[in-house]
């Protein structure tokens, strides 16, 4: 009965939305080696994000990472991220002891990612601002290649690190139907 | 007040999780733009099929230093070290202009002939949005014979003019998948000077070629040119079969061929090797790109 109670009561916030859509993003990744920094970055990534319970999804098109030196971007589609097979890069989550209030706050989102057509659980650390009709999340984390069957041959000429950093910030607005 | 009710319903199913987690998927999934216009990459590994260009274009500001060999014959045998001891070399730079142009110039050993050359994108292949059948490239070349050796008679003092040699070619390449594309060729030479009366000073010829993915980075390659037009009985067609293996900022492209000339006017017009004799040639041309301008 008080279950259904929260329910009814949580029922305006649902109706009117509290879903909010990504306006700008800003992907990026950076693998830094002895021999060269790779560095690539994508902004045409989508992002939803429900205040209401903190759930928070996000979505990339690999093709879309761009690289200072274009063989390298080739590279990095054809040869290890195999854009052709798994053209997309996907995070599923949850906003972990979720409150929803004005200004900014730190978070963990626990949700799992997808990358290489590999998912795996994960715990993602950033930051969530929120004001009336603007969010505002950033995130850094690191990605070990090898758990998404990233393969680095041992014969390439420019060292790639085995972990990467990627960046991740999204600016949202209100959804609307 | 239907309305309402419906959403109210609608709402409640959404209080599931998983349920609403992928209620927001689908919401990012209705805002992905299916429509918009994907261009195909990566067609092939390399500029060259074998001899021959491919569609592929050096984005603007990549120069790529090419060096090229041709070993001799096979059936040399051991003392020749099976053709190893007699190698010809293009050495090349090549350059983007503009992502849509690129430049080169060579130098083969042989003949030491100078080549300049021009290629120009005029489609390219795209994967969704608005269609693009196959990517298409014009490329056109002017050779000169500088070296006494590149005539019959060397004593003679050959004019200017009769040095120069042109190639226009037309290649239309489609990805048919991401492992394999198919490449037509048309081609045309004009010699301003020939050998023998039986030589026509233009040669017509239709290029067929392709590439087949073996691994990620490894790649099996086919390339045949026929001439069209009436030949001498010294010229064949042109058959190569190789290997691109891309290692990084490399390509290493190693065949088998029965043309030892690593220009169109040579491989396309004047090879004088025939398989079934045993004329082939084992050679690799090498690639390394470097990043002039920094990109954005």
């Known amino acids: 009965m008080k279950q259904s109670l929260i329910i009814i009561l949580l029922f305006p916030f649902l109706v009117f939305g509290q879903k ?3 306006e700008t993003s800003y992907i990026r990744f950076y693998s830094s080696a002895p021999i060269e920094d790779i560095e690539a970055i994508n902004e045409t990534a989508k992002s939803v994000i429900d205040l209401e319970n903190g759930q928070f999804v996000f979505a990339v098109q690999i093709e879309d990472f761009q690289f200072d030196k274009s063989l390298m971007q080739e590279h990095f589609n054809e040869n290890y991220l ?35 057509g590999v998912s795996k659980k994960v715990t993602l650390t950033g930051s969530i601002d929120v004001a009336a009709s603007l969010v505002k999340i950033e995130s850094v ?27 991740v910030k999204f600016d949202y607005k209100p959804y609307l139907n | 007040m239907l309305k309402n009710i419906t959403l109210l319903c609608f709402s409640l199913l959404c209080t599931l999780p998983l349920v609403a987690q992928d ?57 020749q070290l099976f053709g190893l001891d007699d190698s010809q070399v293009r050495i090349a730079l090549e350059y983007g202009i503009w992502d849509k142009l690129n430049v080169g110039f060579g130098r083969s050993s042989v003949g030491k002939i100078l080549d300049g050359f021009l290629k120009y994108q005029v489609l390219r292949q795209t994967k969704s949005g608005k269609m693009v059948p196959i990517s298409l490239t014009a490329f056109t070349s002017v050779a000169v014979a500088t070296g006494p050796g590149a005539f019959l008679e060397s004593s003679i003092d050959n004019k200017f003019s009769q040095r120069l040699s042109y190639s226009y070619q037309l290649l239309a390449a489609r990805k048919m998948n991401s492992n394999l594309s198919l490449q037509v060729m048309p081609t045309m030479i004009h010699r ?12 017509f010829a239709l290029g067929f070629g392709g590439r087949y993915k073996l691994t990620n ?54 090879t004088s090797g025939r398989w079934s004799d045993g004329a082939i040639h084992y050679g690799f041309n090498i690639s390394r790109v470097f990043n ?4 954005k």
């Open chain 2, 217 to 270: 980075r490894l790649t099996l390659n086919a390339e045949y040119y026929h001439q069209l037009a009436e030949h001498s009985d010294e010229y064949y067609n042109s058959f190569s079969i190789g290997f691109d293996i891309e290692t990084g900022g490399h390509v290493f492209q190693l065949h088998l061929t029965n043309s030892r000339s690593m220009i169109e006017k040579g491989f396309v017009a004047e």
């Open chain 2, 23 to 79: 209620d927001l998927m689908s919401i990012l999934e209705d805002s992905n733009d299916d429509s918009e216009t994907r261009e195909v990459t990566a067609t092939f590994k390399s500029t060259r099929l074998v001899n021959g260009h491919t569609t592929e274009m050096r984005p603007s500001g990549v120069l790529e230093f090419i060096i090229s060999h041709r070993f001799g014959r096979l059936n040399e045998g051991v003392g």
């Open chain 1, 20 to 22: 909010f859509t990504s």
């Open chain 2, 192 to 203: 301003n000077y020939v050998f023998t009366a039986e030589d026509p000073n233009d040669v």
């Open chain 1, 82 to 116: 195999e854009s052709d097979k798994y053209p997309k890069s996907t995070f599923k989550g949850k906003i972990v002891d979720w409150e929803n209030k004005e200004g900014k706050q730190e978070v963990e989102v626990k949700g799992e990612l997808s990358i290489h």
């Open chain 1, 141 to 167: 984390f690191t990605v070990k290649l090898e758990d998404y069957k990233v393969k680095i041959p041992k014969a390439v000429f420019y060292n790639i690190a085995e972990e990467v950093e990627v960046t």
């Open chain 2, 292 to 295: 002039l301008k920094a990109k």
